[in-house]
T-cell receptor, first 112, second 114 residues
Framework: DQQVKQNSPSLSVQEGRISILNCDYT??????FLWYKKYPAEGPTFLIS?????DKNEDGRFTVFLNKSAKHLSLHIVPSQPGDSAVYFC???????????FGTGTSLTVIP | GAVVSQHPSRVICKSGTSVKIECRSL??????MFWYRQFPKQSLMLMAT?????????EQGVEKDKFLINHASLTLSTLTVTSAHPEDSSFYIC??????????FGQGTRLTVV
């Protein structure tokens, strides 16, 4: 039972344009959401997070938006750079559960 | 960000032997550590969650007798793959967090069983 879903397995974007990665979740008890970036044969690297008390969090080129009513979050990268090419995972956590649940990942390719 | 060190990064072992993977939080005390497995082109599959000083909680379908997890201290957790078989070959990743913050991941371990 996949509680966190990323329905787009891959995304290609031109350098300088905006990348939008989407994530949906089903468990209304989740209250903390994160995005991770992963290169092949490496562990994921934390990018940005958002608590359910917010609907937007921004850090440099990365912005995460949370729509609790739709159980949807998205990661915006602008401007996109070739070094952003990686697999991006969204994850969700609830204070009662302690563990993180990961989506299936979206492979982003930024074309120079 | 916080640093989580995982060792070894690569290991090749013979079928039937056991392999131990270490996960250390270098600059913080991890109240919880997680072990994941990643198959090619697939998401991270949570195997188990461990809290310091208590038994690990395994996800459904994960054999606790095969994947032994020990969380002896607030900075160290180990995963031992016992009686390894070729189908255990995979990429294993640990992560650690304190309280309800984001989790930080180790570099991962590529296990190949021959």
């Amino acid at each position: 039972d996949q509680q966190v879903k990323q329905n787009s397995p891959s995304l290609s974007v031109q350098e300088g344009r905006i990348s939008i990665l989407n994530c949906d979740y089903t468990n209304s008890m989740f209250d903390y959401f994160l995005w991770y970036k992963k290169y092949p044969a490496e562990g994921p690297t934390f990018l940005i997070s958002i608590s359910s008390i917010k609907d937007k969090n921004e850090d440099g080129r990365f912005t995460v938006f949370l729509n609790k009513s739709a159980k949807h979050l998205s990661l915006h990268i602008v401007p996109s750079q070739p070094g952003d090419s990686a697999v991006y995972f969204c994850a969700a956590s609830g204070r009662t559960g302690n563990q993180f649940y990961f989506g299936t990942g979206t492979s982003l390719t930024v074309i120079p | 960000g916080a640093v989580v060190s995982q060792h070894p990064s690569r290991v090749i072992c013979k079928s039937g032997t056991s392999v131990k993977i270490e996960c250390r939080s270098l600059d913080f005390q991890a109240t919880t550590m997680f072990w994941y497995r990643q198959f090619p082109k697939q998401s991270l599959m949570l195997m188990a969650t461990s809290n310091e000083g208590s038994k690990a909680t395994y996800e459904q379908g994960v054999e606790k007798d095969k994947f032994l997890i020990n969380h002896a201290s607030l900075t160290l957790s180990t995963l031992t793959v016992t009686s390894a078989h070729p189908e255990d070959s995979s990429f294993y990743i640990c992560s650690a967090r304190w309280g309800f913050t984001e989790a930080f991941f180790g570099q991962g371990t590529r296990l190949t069983v021959v």
